[in-house]
């Protein structure tokens, strides 16, 4: 082997080496520094991480010739030795290619003759689920009740494929995926130590798709070293992973916020067709996801929004609750992206689910644009600010039992209706003056009067109902079918019964 593949060169010699797994690096050393000394662990994780890596550390923390310690020496012969992968007292076992019963009854066999020359003789089995049922029942015995010179470290990608047996037999270490920031920060280091010329962006959108795995970053670092002829170049890079140009990402998001389905379906047929649509559906969440944070507070995590403005475009036409049921929508269909005949189809068919998926209907897009204040004039429409203040309770029930005028700049007056009267107690009044202040972006004074005859939107409400009742009796009693029954039963309409019943084309 060469230690010029960057995974190979720069993985761990020593504890304090290992990189995003503080946690099971502080339970291994305490429990060598407290002599508490196990005899079967496990050591499971997604690949990359650092299973086997920290299984040999720590068999070469027990077999150091200096003795026993959370930081061996790494020249005696015995670190040596594991580091080289010669080591005759730490077995290595590749579960995967060595799957039948008559394997592990070989090895089994093994454990009773004494370590070679060291004080203990080490079994370090990868991809330890993937053993046999049987091959299980062979080991079950041994990792039980070993001898003193034995110990087994064991690594899984998939612990939840070994007998619970087994995993009640092991100290089981779960290894989480390295954080975004670590791997980012272990390729600054990497990149420098070797000189090559880079930028963080570049370093960033590696360490993104790494998905976690310290090593394939590493894997991909190289790859992009080579692309790009020594040094890192982030176009060079997006083009190499297949990445979308940033402008059509934004040109997708806008269309499906504004609801232009044939703008959508254009933008996207400018994309080629081998480019990768699972990619730009990961860069779509991401914007969700940022587009969702800047709807709380713009200046939650500032280093997210390189362009503020166009987060803010976003921020002023969406709703927050149409940006989860987006989200949603991409995480939920990109788990069928792979058994898609045609990826970008599928992707528009994603893409469009979100559009007709939203509520569209122009009573919500007119309450969209509504004004986050009043103006001189006092043109404003109460009902549909009522509807987009989100109100639940009392504080809904005055709402719609109130209308709302200015005085002045600085003074806005609350009508209620007179039968409402002593219903509202303080509390209520003043919580609803705070939501509307938050919602108009200003500190305004109330002054409360309480009236009769006001058009509320209970009121208008209530109107509407009525005169759609009247119309709808009105256009029954001109129909023969109705008047016919009438005839024959001797009966009349009951006005009061009248309700509308939509059809599954929605209309009346």
């Not at 060169?9 to 060598?32: A, C």
């Not at 959108?205 to 002829?229: F, P, T, V």
């Not at 507070?297 to 921020?315: E, G, P, R, T």
């Not at 107690?425 to 108009?440: E, G, H, Q, T």
Request: glycine share 2%; net charge negative.
């Amino acid at each position: 082997m060469t230690n010029d593949v960057l995974a190979l060169k720069y993985r761990p010699r020593f504890f304090s080496e290992v990189t995003g797994q503080d946690l099971t690096v502080d339970m291994l050393s305490n429990s060598i520094k407290l002599n508490k000394i196990h005899h079967a662990y496990l050591f499971s994780g997604t690949r990359g991480v650092g299973k086997t890596t920290l299984a040999r550390l720590f068999a070469k923390s027990l077999l150091c010739d200096t003795g026993i310690t959370d930081t061996p020496c790494g020249k005696c012969n015995s670190c040596n030795e594991i580091d080289n992968g010669n080591h005759l007292d730490l077995i290595e076992i590749d579960a995967a290619s060595r799957t039948k019963v008559e394997d592990t009854k070989t090895l089994m066999e093994n454990v009773q003759y004494s370590p070679t020359s060291s004080r203990f003789k080490i079994y370090l089995i990868d991809e330890v689920h993937m053993l046999s049922d049987k091959s299980f029942n062979a080991l079950l015995k041994t990792i039980e009740e070993p001898p003193e010179h034995i110990k087994f470290l064991l690594a899984t990608t998939e612990p939840d494929k070994l007998p619970e047996t087994v995993l009640s037999r092991c100290l089981h270490f779960k290894l989480a995926q390295v954080d975004f920031n670590v791997i980012s920060s272990h390729l600054e280091f990497v990149v420098k130590s070797e000189n090559i010329k880079y930028d963080n962006e570049s370093l960033d959108l590696i360490s993104r798709n790494a998905k976690g795995s310290l090593r394939d970053s590493l894997s991909i670092l190289e790859q992009c070293i080579a692309y790009c002829n020594g040094s890192l170049e982030i176009n060079k890079i997006k083009m190499l992973m297949g990445y979308i140009d940033d402008e059509i990402i934004k040109n997708i998001i806008s269309s499906i916020i504004h609801k232009e389905p044939e703008n959508l379906i254009n933008t996207i047929e400018e994309i080629e067709n081998s480019s990768s649509f699972e990619k730009l559906l990961d860069s779509v969440i991401d914007i969700l996801y940022r587009l969702s944070l800047y709807k709380i507070n713009s200046k939650i995590k500032d280093n997210l929004y390189k362009n503020d403005v166009f987060y803010q475009k976003l921020a002023a036409n969406i709703l927050s609750e149409d940006i989860q049921l987006f989200y949603q929508i991409a995480v939920s269909s990109k788990k069928d992206i792979s058994w898609a005949p045609n990826q970008k189809d599928y992707f528009s068919m994603i893409m469009l689910r979100m559009i007709y998926f939203s509520d569209n209907d122009s009573e919500n897009k007119e309450e969209d644009n509504l004004p986050n204040s009043i103006n001189e004039e006092n043109d404003f429409d109460w009902n549909k600010i009522v509807n987009k203040l989100n109100l639940n309770g009392m504080a809904l029930e005055l709402a719609r039992h109130c209308t709302l005028s200015k005085k002045n700049d600085n003074t806005l007056l609350i009508m209620i209706d007179m039968q409402k009267q002593n219903i509202y107690p303080k509390s209520c009044l003043s919580d609803f003056f705070n939501i509307l202040n938050s919602f108009l972006k200003k500190e305004y004074k109330y002054e409360v009067i309480y009236q009769e005859n006001l058009k509320t939107p209970d009121y208008i409400q209530k109107e509407n109902k009525k005169n759609e009742n009247n119309l709808i009796y009105d256009k029954a009693k001109q129909d023969p079918n109705i008047n016919n029954i009438k005839e024959i039963f001797g009966s009349d309409i009951d006005k009061k019964s009248i309700k509308k019943i939509k059809d599954v084309e929605g209309q009346s």
